[in-house]
């Protein structure tokens, strides 16, 4: 089968530092994704690893390891506007698997 | 430039009945995805049009059916309509020629209400 594991739910102060971190397990990969989606939103790109390491976007990073089907999104310097939820997605043949998402909670 | 756009933004259907869905891609784009999203649920891919056909499908029954017409735009077809088919409906479109990674644009979505 093919699953994608995050937390459901997540809380942090504002201008605090949070981690998300998703575990996948799917029968062909090309790289992991980052969505953020707001209630009554679309989902929007946030980043794409394809290969092990950090990518770095402003505020928030992305990680990949290949070997432990780990990756996790780290957000930075939180802002009210960041409340959303997150989703990991796996690229598979032009296709994505999301995970369940992680609801982010940024309180004041 | 517009993005990804969708229409109709809200729909109220009964059980039985059919529905379409229209999406028209972001300027440029050439491939069309539509997943389905169920509230509290990560979006689950249904299926993807490129050259007006149908390229890659996912676990989703015969019910659900899609066209793409020459200007890239497409349509989601559902018929015999279901309680469980309730979901926030998105669009994505992207461009083949990105390569394995084809970042994907998504619209705002349908939401459709099943009675």
């Known amino acids: 089968g093919q699953s994608l594991e995050q937390p459901s739910e997540v809380t942090a102060v504002e201008g605090a530092i949070v981690q998300i971190n998703c575990t996948y397990q799917?029968?062909?990969?090309?790289?992991l994704s980052w969505y953020q989606q707001h209630d009554g939103g679309a989902p929007t790109f946030l980043s794409y690893?394809?290969?092990?390491g950090l990518e770095e976007t402003g505020r928030f990073s992305s990680f990949l390891s290949r070997s432990d089907s780990y990756g996790y999104l780290l957000l930075q310097e939180l802002q009210m506007k960041d409340s959303a939820s997150y989703f990991c997605?796996?690229?598979?043949?032009?296709?994505?698997?999301f995970g369940t998402g992680t609801r982010l909670q940024v309180f004041p | 430039d517009a993005g990804v756009t969708q229409s109709p933004t809200h729909l109220i259907k009964t059980r039985g009945q059919q529905v379409t869905l229209r999406c028209s891609p972001k300027?440029?784009?050439?491939?069309v995805s539509w997943y389905q999203q169920a509230l509290g649920q990560g979006p689950q891919f249904i299926f993807q049009?490129?050259?007006?056909?149908?390229?890659q499908r996912g676990n989703f029954p015969d019910r659900f059916s899609g066209h793409q017409f020459p200007n890239y735009s497409s349509e989601l077809n559902v018929n015999a309509l279901l309680l469980g088919d309730s979901a926030l409906y998105l669009c994505a479109s992207s461009a083949i020629a990105g390569g394995p990674h084809n970042e994907q644009f998504f619209g705002p979505g349908t939401r459709l209400t099943v009675l």
């Open positions: 300027s440029g784009h050439d491939t």
């Open positions: 690893n394809a290969l092990d």
């Open positions: 049009y490129y050259e007006e056909e149908e390229r």
């Open positions: 799917t029968s062909g990969f090309y790289g």
């Open positions: 997605a796996v690229y598979n043949t032009d296709k994505l698997i």
